[in-house]
């Protein structure tokens, strides 16, 4: 048995969904696709594919099996490329994991230029807000915010988010309009934004000059997921700090007012996030690239420190 072409043979099985469609992908008849998974089920002493007339489904041992030897074999693509310093269009699947607010008012939008840049890359994208293990789910890169303590991975900051306190005209009319921080711990209701580790809501943040203040205020509600969190501020559930870039059209349109003004919180950094494995995959190098050009546009610390920032670069983390 030719072991990494049945390897091969399975990836484009469970991809495809049928063995006529991963014959033709791989130019082989139909029975030596056949004579390949039987011989790497029996070499494995184990079911890979429930086979039916019409389609083939991976079994729970075949998915395991799959989410390592797809990733093997995208490396082995990887490496045969490098050798070849071949300059081809990149080619093949991408798994990319994104929050929720990130993916639907930035890359989602954009990404029809990826794909007309790199039509032969398959981007998957994962969105939540969920923090996912890179290595152990098989993902490519992600988009993170925040401090990031993995030293185990490559990061490249791509932008540095800016927040806006905030709440409906309604909400305003109600509970008046607070004239510092902590007027917000009496009379106030926070909607607050709570993590899907921890389950505890994260503070607002508020700093002018050398004052700083976190208050933890009553919050009637509280949301795990970004972009419910801003449909629930635009209905009223409460005031809340968020990114502006999310809440601007509403601003723009009235809907929302900003609220302590003359108080600021320090920018989020957002990073794309890679294991050191990927760092010679052309898949990531194309999509590193590109997604930095892409929210650049929305980068709030570029103009502030544009004389004292280098341009961002990889470095471990």
Known sequence: MDQLLAMRTFVRIAESGTFA?????????????SKLIADLEDHLGTKLIQ???RTATVTPEGAEYYERISRLINELQDIDAA???TKAQPKGRLRVDIGSSLANLILIPALGDFQERYPDVDIRLGVSDRPVDLVSENVDCVIRGGALSDTTLIARRICELDYVTCATVAYVERHGMPNHPTD???GHNVLSYFSSLTGKAFPLLFRKGDEA???????MAAVNESTAHMTAVVAGLGMSQTFR??????LDEGTLVPMLEDWGRSFHPLYVVYPPNRHLNARVRVFVDWVT?????FDAGKTAAAETRSTPYFTSI
């Not at 203040?213 to 919050?219: K, N």
């Not at 870039?245 to 509403?250: G, H, I, K, L, R």
């Not at 050009?293 to 546009?297: E, I, L, M, Q, Y």
């Open 21 to 33: 469609k991963a014959a033709d992908q791989l130019s082989l008849p139909r029975s030596t696709v």
């Open 51 to 53: 086979r039916t007339t």
């Open 83 to 85: 050798a070849r310093q």
């Open 184 to 186: 917000i711990e009496t």
């Open 213 to 219: 203040y976190e208050i933890s205020a009553r919050s």
């Open 245 to 250: 870039f999310m809440a601007q059209p509403y």
């Open 293 to 297: 050009d892409v929210f650049a546009r």
